[in-house]
């Protein structure tokens, strides 16, 4: 492989929980905030916007709506994504774009599905930019999923309007100690690069693929696995938090196409 700063930086990336004091500086948070927002965007719209959390009372807040993950609370930086197309919307209203789809006979469209997913790419790929800088800064950063979930209480307290939903959540800082252990483990390419069409795995290479997992989780499978297959299941989807994370989620995919909150 080549060497190259940045390959070598993306390699030895791990997402880091346990984050030492040390402020991050005026001059630092800056540098990230540019870096952040020179990610590419569709259309160049940035459709998308970071709720920045210094409240410390948010940050508690949070560690609990995100299914009790205390080290938000112990955080430096906590950074909202959310898909936004209010911005741009708010802005169209102010352009009179209605009365012009009015006169010229033109359905006013409002975001839909389609808009979702593509400012939800937006944030998404800003988001990373923000990984990969706060590591050139010599931070750490990990993504909270859950931010997903509980979006009536997270849109109470951080106070987004319909056409906005968060989309990630990263919280940086520096690492208190230097990581240890092995690095996580990644699937083989030969499992997730495809050659021109997609290719379902056989029975034999579905086996190959988790085959280390098996050899070296057996021991540790949650109660009534009997295999890798039904530990990853019981542990990651067939749990609370998929249930909450799909009704949340269906619960705000619906009022961004509605354009308005339906309060429950
Ligand atoms: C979309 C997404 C959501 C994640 N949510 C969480 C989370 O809520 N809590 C957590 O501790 N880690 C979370 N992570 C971090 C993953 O657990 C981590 O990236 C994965 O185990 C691989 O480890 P590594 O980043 O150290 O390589 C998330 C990562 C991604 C990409």
Known sequence: MPHHETLQLLEERRSLRLFSDAPITQEVREALIQATLRAPSAGNLMNYSIIEVTNQEIKD??????DHQ?????????????ADLHRLYDYFTQCDVPKLCERESREFHTPAEGEFLLAANDA???????????????????????????????????DFPPWCFPVTMLIAGY????????KTPR??????????????????????????NEEHLSARYIKGAENFGQHLYLKKIGTDFAVELTRSFRKGLKEWCDGQVTRT
């Open 61 to 66: 807040r949070l560690a609990i709506t995100c």
């Open 70 to 82: 205390p080290m938000i609370a112990r955080a430096p930086l906590v950074w909202v994504f959310l």
């Open 124 to 158: 998404i790929v800003a988001a990373q930019n923000a990984v990969v800088a706060a590591e050139a800064l010599g931070m750490g950063s990990c993504y909270i999923g859950d931010i997903i979930e509980n979006v009536e209480i997270h849109r109470e307290l951080l």
């Open 175 to 182: 690492p208190k100690k230097a990581p240890k252990g092995p």
């Open 187 to 212: 699937i083989d390419q030969e499992f997730v690069v495809h050659n021109n069409r997609y290719k379902r795995l056989t029975p034999e290479e579905l086996k190959q693929l988790y085959a280390k």
